[in-house]
């Protein structure tokens, strides 16, 4: 069946540090890739996604590249912000019509200053 | 817009009572997906509606139940509960349609069970 599996946390970063949390994938087909945030207390906010290879996802300075070759939808960020501490989840959607999402593990993000 | 709005926020429940969460989507979406959160487990399906019919199931017991009525609303039901069953439950909408991907999902309602 349909996993991600995603880079373990949790991750702690100064602030105006780089910022890469691994995904990768296994799915048949070009599923969607998806990044979601959540943050203490709150349910899952899309951050960005991808839905078809070579496609960027971008939103908020975050970036992640759907590289279909390695099965991957690394997230990264280029300087990170006391604001961006969080739990990062990984999730795809299969290419068949199921609209469920499957979900990595998450990863704890924690930004020092 | 209102987002996905989700009540309870909170329970606590007593092992073997029953349950009821709802959760109302964004105005339009037709779509209604349920997850079920947990330390051990992380992020699992339960299930999805579309048009008052759920169209796909995940891997739980028959206990965990679910509808959706005409104006969308969803409501997911758990029936003798088990201490296993503590989680945070979430609702996502979705506005359905060729090339809408996006799920949106609500607070969550944190179930505890006892």
Sequence with gaps: ???????????????????????????????????????????????LKA??????????????????ETTSFHLEKGSVQVSDSAV??????????????TFGTGTRLTIIP | KAGVTQTPRY????????????????????SVSWYQQTPGQGLQFLFEYFSET??????????????????????????????GDSALYLCASRLAGVGSYEQYFGPGTRLTVT
């Excluded at chain 1, 995603?6 to 890739?33: D, H, K, R, W």
């Excluded at chain 2, 029953?18 to 339009?28: H, R």
């Excluded at chain 2, 028959?62 to 088990?82: A, D, I, P």
């Design chain 2, 11 to 30: 329970l606590i429940k007593t092992r073997g009572q029953q349950v009821t969460l709802s959760c109302s989507p964004i105005s339009g979406h037709r």
């Design chain 1, 1 to 47: 069946g349909d996993s991600v599996t995603q880079m373990e946390g949790p991750v702690t970063l100064s602030e105006e540090a780089f910022l890469t949390i691994n995904c990768t994938y296994t799915a048949t087909g070009y599923p969607s890739l998806f990044w979601y945030v959540q943050y203490p207390g709150e349910g899952l906010q899309l951050l």
């Design chain 2, 54 to 83: 759920q169209r796909n199931k995940g891997n739980f017991p028959g206990r965990f139940s679910g509808r959706q009525f005409s104006n969308s609303r969803s409501e997911m039901n758990v029936s003798t509960l088990e201490l």
């Design chain 1, 51 to 68: 839905t078809k290879a070579d496609d960027k996802g971008s939103n908020k300075g975050f970036e992640a590249t759907y590289r279909k």
């Design chain 1, 88 to 101: 990062y989840f990984c999730a795809l959607r299969d290419s068949r019509g199921n609209e469920k999402l």
